[in-house]
């Protein structure tokens, strides 16, 4: 079992910023990649941004050059930095970790409860 703890979320005016954080723990044998989505009101899921154990990273159109994905493979833990923020980016905002399992060694995939970013003024 792999348990994931997101922090960060809340209210911030147009043009703000915002850092998530989102650390994993639990029968991890090793991380391959590690993501944020978003879902607003009415609407599927998206993908936010990734990182993956190399660090290469894939952004969404809509974020790129406001956003910055991050990870601390010392402590499991996955970061995005949101600046410039627009009501737009108002959604719950999902960890997602794509890992394998210490005991199994199968890949699984895990997400996280969800934190909500509101984007008013």
């Given amino acids: 079992q792999v348990q994931l703890v997101e922090s ?3 209210l911030v005016q147009p043009g703000g910023s915002l850092r998530l954080s989102c650390a994993a ?32 990273t894939n952004y969404a159109d809509s974020v790129k050059g406001r956003f910055t994905i991050s990870r601390d493979n010392a402590k499991n833990t996955v970061y995005l930095q949101m600046n410039s923020l627009k009501p737009e980016d108002t959604a719950v905002y999902y960890c997602n970790v794509r890992y394998t399992d210490t005991a199994s060694r199968r890949y699984l995939e895990v997400w996280g409860q969800g934190t909500l970013v509101t984007v008013s003024s």
């Fill in 8 to 10: 960060g979320g809340g």
């Fill in 25 to 56: 723990s639990g029968s991890i044998f090793w991380i391959n990649v590690m993501g944020w989505y978003r879902q607003a009101p009415g609407k599927q899921r998206e993908l936010v941004a990734t990182v993956t154990s190399g660090d290469n």
